[in-house]
């Protein structure tokens, strides 16, 4: 069977959220910044979130989906996946795994199911914990829906980009996930004047954490970084035009005014 390259994402978003957490405690700004907005750490999830000038929530994003039922079904696809993969002695693996050449001839599947599929445990559990802690944030503050979205289209221009630069098969989810970084970046970014440094910290977080998975991949023959690269530029690329995008009205109202509204 052939050997195939096991996409990590390490410590990636344990780093990141770990470090957002305090900035939201420390970084609350003066009485005059709070009269504009609030940065909230809901509960455990380290999320970011925008708040009405009134203190009403009702229209916060992150009352979306505080279940976050997106992010449990996409840990329990993953557990599945890899109990396929058991169960079946890796024939699901070469079944739905990326492999260039069964994608060459129509097997265009691949792209997205080789996301639910791992090269171990290990890999198992890393891309779940890194999930569990990016995909909460991410649907607390997009929604369900577009953390659906958000993982496919992820998964898909993630192993697109392997397609095309790597010639070798690979397995994992870890290129969704980046791309569901890559959304939280973009909505951090995109409200750096609403969020205030509290933001600016997340970012630097998650530069970093991105800088250490880079070196890492640099150094590992079994780290597909096209992925990464692949997945990260599609999640961004959603959340610019699809995700959310608070502005402020004449009335210093802020009202969320997506790119491409598909509401």
């Not at 003066?30 to 000038?53: F, W």
Request: glycine share 12%; aromatic share 10%.
């Amino acid at each position: 069977m052939k050997t195939f390259a096991a996409r990590a994402t390490t410590t990636f978003l344990s780093i990141g959220l770990s470090s957002s957490s305090h900035a939201g405690r420390r970084k609350g700004g003066g009485k005059g910044e709070r009269s504009r907005n609030t940065i909230r750490s809901e509960r455990n999830d380290n999320a970011v979130g925008i708040g009405n000038d009134d203190g009403n929530t009702k229209n916060e994003p992150f009352t979306n989906d505080p279940k976050r039922r997106a992010t449990d079904t996409l840990l329990l696809s993953l557990l599945a996946g890899y109990s396929l993969q058991l169960l079946t002695r890796q024939k699901a693996t070469a079944a739905f795994a990326k492999v260039n050449e069964n994608v060459a001839h129509g097997q265009h599947y691949r792209l997205i199911t080789s996301a639910f599929l791992h090269g171990g445990l290990v890999h198992l559990f890393v891309n779940a914990y890194s999930l569990n802690a990016i995909g909460s944030t991410v649907e607390r503050i997009f929604g369900k829906t577009h953390v659906y979205a958000t993982f496919t289209l992820s998964a898909m221009s993630g192993n697109i980009m392997s397609y095309k630069m790597s010639k070798y098969p690979a397995v994992g989810a870890s290129g969704a996930i980046f791309g569901l970084a890559g959304a939280f970046a973009v909505y951090l970014y995109r409200h750096k004047d609403v969020l205030g440094s509290g933001a600016e910290e997340q970012l630097n977080a998650l530069g970093t954490s991105l800088m250490i998975n880079a070196v890492y991949g640099a150094t590992s023959a079994r780290v597909d970084n096209w992925a990464h690269f692949g997945g990260l530029v599609g999640g961004c690329t959603y959340a610019y035009l699809f995700g959310p995008n608070f502005k402020r009205d004449t009335f210093g109202r802020l009202k969320n005014r997506p790119i491409v509204d598909l509401r």
